[in-house]
């Protein structure tokens, strides 16, 4: 029941938030606009994106258990419950339910399912870190354009929630680097939350994968930065790749926010707002949310048909005999 009102609550926020922008924004004109594209663009955004999301199968490849318990799996085989996981995080309620698709799926190759989930909590911490990251360092970068533009008060706001929420990551991180919170654990806590924890603080030996880890994450985020510049430019929309630079990490950063169901309606408002303020028109500033959001739909309808299609028939195809040369 309580999962159930949960899931209400995010379904209200998401409609609510996406029936405030529409009102604003001429449904005709977006449509328009949208048989206008420019499909160079738009397609370079969706190769940038498909990018994105291999350089995230990569990041999970680093952190994965190194030990003798764990076999090492091929990078096709990982890129594919990546583009599963993705289908899950993206069309299913929670936003999380990829995660755990991910963890269960690549227990065979992690060893146990402890050591699986701790490689994807951890992907999950350090992508997050990586966002705050960029956004620090383009806020920096942008400081003259947030006076001009009025986001100063924004900016403000949301750096001073990105130091409590950098304070509480790095928090956690030290926490698990600590010895003795896993003993405790491990004691006092049920054995699953035992096992994970061990599983965790094995990655205190593992602190340059980590780190690239860490550096990984900041080229996604450029590059969705890139991809939404794209998008832009395939709408005619009047944005600058610095003006990308300043509001894409900041978004991201909304969109994390467990309130609505995969950030939609957030995300929407989050553009229309952040661009608007930079002089961009509601309605080309809604275009490139819903394009940016249509592209991570497309890709994670793809990982719904891989995940449909046996991993057999996938091994077949590619493994497929070659006629004898006479």
């Known amino acids: 029941m309580k999962k159930l009102a949960f899931f209400l609550g995010k379904l209200l926020v998401s409609v609510s938030l996406l029936y405030l922008v529409f009102r604003r924004v001429d449904g005709g004109a977006v449509l328009a606009m949208f048989r206008r594209v420019d499909w160079w663009?738009?397609?370079?955004?969706?190769?940038?994106?498909?990018?994105g999301l291999v350089l995230g199968a990569s990041r999970w490849m680093v952190l994965l258990p190194q030990g003798e318990a764990a076999s090492r799996p091929s990078f096709p085989l990982l890129l594919r419950q990546y583009f599963v996981g993705h289908f899950y995080n993206t069309l299913l309620p929670g936003g999380f339910g990829?995660?755990?698709?991910?963890?269960?799926?690549?227990?065979?190759h992690a060893g146990t399912l402890a050591s699986a989930m701790a490689a994807v909590i951890l992907e999950r911490i350090v992508g997050l870190l990586g966002i705050i990251a960029v956004a620090f360092v383009s806020a920096a970068l942008c400081g003259p354009l947030l006076?001009?533009?009025?986001?100063?008060?924004?900016?403000?706001?949301?750096?001073?929630?990105i130091v409590l929420g950098t304070?509480?990551?790095?928090?956690?991180l030290h926490l698990l680097a600590r010895a003795s919170w896993p003993n405790w654990l491990i004691q006092r806590?049920?054995?699953?939350?035992?096992?994970?924890?061990?599983a965790v603080d094995e990655y205190r030996e593992r602190r340059g994968a980590v780190l690239l880890s860490l550096l990984v994450t900041v080229a996604i985020q450029l590059i969705m930065v890139a991809a939404v510049y794209a998008i832009a430019k395939g709408i005619a929309?009047?944005?600058?790749?610095?003006?990308?630079l300043l509001i894409v990490p900041l978004i991201q950063l909304v969109s994390c926010i467990p309130i609505s169901i995969s950030g939609l309606g957030i995300r929407e408002a989050a553009f229309v707002v952040l661009l608007g303020q930079l002089g961009v028109p509601e309605g080309q500033s809604l275009g490139v949310s819903l394009f940016f959001f249509a592209i991570m739909v497309g890709l994670a309808i793809v990982?719904?048909?891989?995940?449909?299609?046996?991993?057999?028939a996938i091994d077949s195809r590619r493994q497929a005999p070659r006629a004898p040369v006479e």
């Open 41 to 51: 663009f738009a397609g370079a955004a969706c190769v940038l994106c498909l990018g």
């Open 98 to 108: 990829g995660d755990i698709v991910r963890g269960v799926i690549s227990k065979q």
């Open 147 to 161: 006076v001009r533009s009025g986001l100063l008060p924004v900016a403000v706001f949301g750096a001073v929630a």
């Open 167 to 172: 304070v509480g990551l790095i928090g956690s």
């Open 189 to 198: 806590g049920p054995p699953r939350i035992a096992r994970l924890a061990i």
């Open 237 to 244: 929309a009047p944005v600058g790749l610095v003006d990308c």
């Open 303 to 312: 990982g719904g048909a891989i995940h449909v299609l046996p991993q057999e």
